[in-house]
């Protein structure tokens, strides 16, 4: 029904269109010019081109010097006026192909309503799930499938397209620092040469022994993997085994295994996945900690670059004094400092900056528009979220082990020395935990997230910008999968345990 | 004279300084969309202790489609034991209650429906209901016609992971989008508001609506902060915003993405338009000044959020502009500013305010890989005039219920389902 309207109301316009065209056209036959030259006297001319001339132009007055004399002067102004009059057809004209014009990107409009090309609903994949070892897992499937048989020798294989795929039955060395050009398909256990390359997939269905210096574009491998001292491994490694990776190695776009993953130094990622996967020698068997791991504090540098500016200064304040015991919120309108000592049993709330001093104890939640202060052994039981900054000292304790809470700063975040988090945190852009901190939520950040030796994670850590991890490093706990998630980047500087996912978009180097 | 003469002027560049503002976020969006620094969402945490769920559906009059969404449901990837799926059955008339007895019985453990026979109407009534009868952390939210895949529960409840998020909105596909010519202009609608507006707003760290259904909210805090009110016909926007007054977020997933049933005729279009539009107004007035004051908002947070609660306002603005404009016309008063100016912008408008958000739905096909179907983008007039209209009077709606307190009464969207879902 609606098609039919349609179609009428651009079949009328486009015959509109062409009716003002064909009018606009035959406005010209004769043309004025034409019809004027067979008149006979200058000013029978002029008449008619003056009564030729549309209203829309402006009125001319002829000044009766001319209306008086036939020379040359008077055919020249009675010419201007029949070039007006054709300028008015030209304009008509002009106008009807504008309106043409207008229609014209309906035209593939209706092209795409009557012979749809593009009218499917968007494709959603319903059956999709995650799974961080769906590269291998897809790779088995689709090789497993498309193979006729599993003798030696080389086949033509369907996958993608048409591949050549080599089987061997091996436990010798392979690769001759050739490259190899085809699919590898190893009924047993394969090893390999030093400097061996191998332009396409692998697949092992026993354990895959990688010598030192290889080149491989992808592997998948039913059994453990070793990848030797400097391979190079541009898309991806997959195994439901163990899969061990030497020094200097570079990994591809995903790592991912079933059980452990032992990661040696100074190796390139992008994504690693495994029930455990240890950086050097895991977060456990870490020296102890250097002085030079205790990192500069974001509140230290704030302070700095304020004294630089001369933004210092002591606004106008309430103090609630020591050793205050209250069991009644606080709400402020300027900046409010609480004294040290003190126990408040209520939620505390100020529209300015709030500075607890050591050893405060609030039993609710804290909210400020300002910065927060938290000096040494403070804890607070409730949540806690500032439309600025927070700047924790040492021996803090947020929430409690049957209680979590979390604490949410717009801007910047800072965790003092040997906190505990029962909970969770989230910055609005850095956020850096001192030395041995214990967090039993995750850490989210909008920008970077940086955390000090020894710090112990139990759940996910997430930001948009850079991961920075010092050494001794745990994220996760035994039996349970967690993420450590970074758009531009991870930094791993030494011995760690992440239990799960370790993955970003930037580079992830484990130094 | 002269005073309402000054006063129409002054209202015509208040509507072109109002018009130029929308044209200007309508490009940064599309700017943001498909030049700018994408966020990550959080769909690629792996996490064993995921929250526990409660799916609610509320249903009124759902027998041609509550069984498709019940089955979707059932077969989605999360931990059963962490997972209720509450079909709420809102005073249904038809076989709605009949089928999900019927789901109750096969699988008791998993489907709790909700039989609602008292009470107002309504899905804020509905929701308030289901939240008192759920126990999981999370409340996940489909409409009966939606028909979820498998990831999609993990992929949404995996944000709540974050402690500053308050809710999650993933996207929604329409299903039908090849049934008539109306079907395939909401298609591209969808695809401009959720591919870049949504997911620019995410990007900008801006105000994303929870749109109420293919979304979810922390359940203790939505009862916290008084449930929804059963007066406020768009309920979502409402929550969108005492989350943002309340120092949480919203966030957007666009790879959540879920199929939904559009409306096939356009009177059913022109009720749901309305609704939408009386709902927004309602939450408008109540919350215009409190986002104003609000100290938790930053400055493009707030001005965000204003620009969207006062979306639905722009085509009265709209409306009254071109009267008084054809008022000044007739008077002879429009030499406001110099004509090169106006003739300049008028046409700067045309190309980039009036079609902005045609350009942000064609940016949003291409990003799709679905490039034949822009050609379709000139017929979007035919819409927004139809829009124009509706949402007006749904504006009028909203501002009579403030003027006269009056209650509001939900008008549910028809169903076209009669044959099996077709994905």
């Known amino acids: 029904m609606l098609k039919r309207r349609l179609r009428v109301c651009l ?154 795929v080599e089987v061997i039955k091996s436990t010798g060395n392979q690769g001759n620092g050739e490259a190899l050009d085809h699919i590898l398909f190893v009924t047993g256990d394969l090893s390999t040469e030093a400097s061996a390359r191998f332009d396409k997939e692998i697949y092992v269905s026993g354990r895959a022994q990688i010598g030192k210096l290889n080149s491989l574009r992808a592997l998948v491998c039913d059994g453990d993997v070793d990848l030797g001292e400097g391979t190079v491994v541009t898309r991806w490694v997959g195994s439901p085994g163990t899969i061990r990776v030497s020094d200097n190695c570079v990994l591809g776009v995903r790592t991912a295994c ?137 021996d803090f304790v947020l929430g409690a082990q049957e209680a979590p809470r979390s604490m949410i700063a717009k801007g910047e975040l800072e965790i003092g020395e040997e906190s505990r988090i029962y909970g969770s945190l989230k910055a609005g852009t850095e956020l850096q935990l001192h030395p041995k901190i214990l967090v039993t ?30 050494r001794a490093i745990k994220v996760g706990r035994p039996g349970s999968v967690k993420s450590v998630i970074a758009k531009k980047g991870i930094n791993i500087a030494g011995e760690g345990t992440f239990y799960g996912l370790v993955s970003t978009d930037g580079d992830g180097v484990v130094a | 004279m002269e005073v309402v003469v000054l006063i129409l002027k002054i209202y015509i560049v208040l509507v072109v300084l109002i018009m130029s503002g929308y044209t200007l976020r309508h490009m940064r969006f599309t700017l943001s969309r498909v030049r700018g620094e994408q966020r990550i969402f959080y769909q690629d945490i792996l996490d064993d202790d995921l929250p526990t769920l409660a799916v609610l559906i509320p249903m009124h009059n759902e027998e041609k489609v509550a069984r498709h969404v019940l089955e979707r449901l059932l077969k989605v990837e999360y931990p059963q034991d962490r997972l209720e799926i509450i079909p709420i059955n809102d005073h249904s008339d038809d076989k709605t209650e009949e089928i999900l007895n019927e789901y109750a019985e096969k699988y008791p453990s998993r489907v709790l429906p909700l039989h609602r026979k008292e009470g107002k109407r309504g899905k804020p009534a509905a929701l308030n209901d289901g939240m008192a009868k759920a126990t999981g952390e999370v409340v996940l939210v489909f409409d009966a016609d939606y028909l979820p895949p498998r990831g999609i529960l993990r992929d949404m409840a995996v944000s709540f992971k974050d402690p500053e998020v308050g809710a999650v909105m993933g996207r929604v596909v329409p299903e039908n989008a090849n049934h008539n010519f109306l079907t395939r202009l909401l298609d591209l609608e969808r695809t401009g508001g959720y591919q870049i507006d949504q997911q620019a707003r995410h990007n900008m760290k801006l105000v994303p609506q929870y749109g109420g259904t293919v979304g979810g909210f922390r359940r203790q805090l939505a009862i916290d902060m008084g449930g929804f009110d059963p007066n406020i016909l768009t309920e979502d926007t409402e929550l969108t915003y005492k989350l943002f007054l309340n120092g949480y977020k919203v966030v957007y997933a666009n790879r959540a993405e879920c ?165």
């Open chain 1, 11 to 164: 079949i009328a316009a486009l015959a509109i269109s062409l009716a003002g065209l064909l009018w606009s056209v035959s406005a010209q036959t004769p043309t004025p010019a034409e019809e004027m030259a067979t008149l006979e006297t200058p000013v029978e001319r002029m008449v008619e081109g003056w009564e030729r001339m549309p209203a829309a132009i402006e009125p001319v007055t002829v000044p009766e010097t001319i209306l008086a004399r036939e020379d040359d002067e008077l055919m020249e102004f009675s010419r201007s006026i029949v070039i007006s009059a054709e300028r008015h057809n030209w304009l008509l004209l002009i106008q009807f192909l504008a309106v043409l014009v207008l229609f014209l990107p309906v035209v593939p409009s209706l092209r795409e309503i009557y012979r749809p090309k593009d009218d499917k609903p968007l494709n959603i994949n319903m059956e999709y799930a995650k799974d961080p070892r769906y590269f291998d897992k897809a790779f088995r499937h689709m090789i497993k499938g498309a193979m006729s048989n599993e003798d030696p020798g080389m086949q033509m294989v369907s996958l993608s397209k048409q591949d050549r």
């Open chain 1, 258 to 394: 079933d059980e452990d993953i032992f990661i040696g130094r100074n190796t390139f990622f992008r994504s690693l996945y495994g029930k455990q996967i240890h950086i050097g020698e895991g977060a456990d068997n870490a020296l102890v900690m250097n002085e030079n791991e205790r990192p500069e504090s974001l509140y230290q540098k704030k302070q700095k670059k304020k004294r630089k500016n001369g933004q210092l200064w002591m606004p106008r304040r309430v103090l609630v004094p020591s050793k205050t015991r209250r069991k009644k919120d606080i709400d402020s309108k300027r900046d409010l400092v609480i004294g040290e000592d003190s126990h408040i049993e209520g939620n505390v709330r100020t529209r300015g900056k709030l500075t607890l001093n050591e050893n405060v104890i609030i039993e609710g939640d804290v909210m400020a528009e300002k910065d927060i202060i938290i000096k040494r052994g403070c804890v607070i039981r409730g949540r806690v979220l500032s439309k600025m900054s927070i700047y924790v000292a040492e």
């Open chain 2, 259 to 423: 199929y939904e049933e559009v409306p096939e005729e356009w009177p059913v279009r022109a009720r749901q338009v309305q609704r939408w539009a009386h709902g927004h107004t309602q939450v408008m007035y109540r919350y215009f000044l409190p986002l104003l004051r609000s100290r938790l908002l930053s400055r493009w947070e707030k001005v965000d959020g204003l620009l969207l609660l006062t979306i639905y306002m722009v085509p009265i603005v709209l409306l009254l502009g071109i009267l008084d404009s054809l008022a000044l016309f007739f008077l002879g008063e429009m030499n406001i500013i110099d004509s090169i100016l106006v003739f300049v912008y008028v046409a700067a408008y045309n190309s980039y305010g009036n079609f902005a958000p045609f350009y942000q739905i064609a940016s949003g096909a291409f990003l799709d890989g679905a490039v034949e179907r822009i050609l379709l983008v000139p017929f979007l007039i035919f819409n927004f005039f139809f829009n124009l209209w509706y949402v007006a009077n749904g504006f009028v709606a909203g501002t009579l219920d403030l003027v006269f307190k009056r209650g509001s009464s939900w008008a549910k969207t028809p169903r076209f389902r009669d044959r099996e879902a077709s994905v």
């Open chain 1, 441 to 470: 939520g995750g850490i989210f950040s909008e920008e970077n997230i940086e955390v000090a030796y020894g710090c112990d994670i139990n759940e996910n850590v997430f930001a948009q910008g850079k991961i920075a991890f010092s």
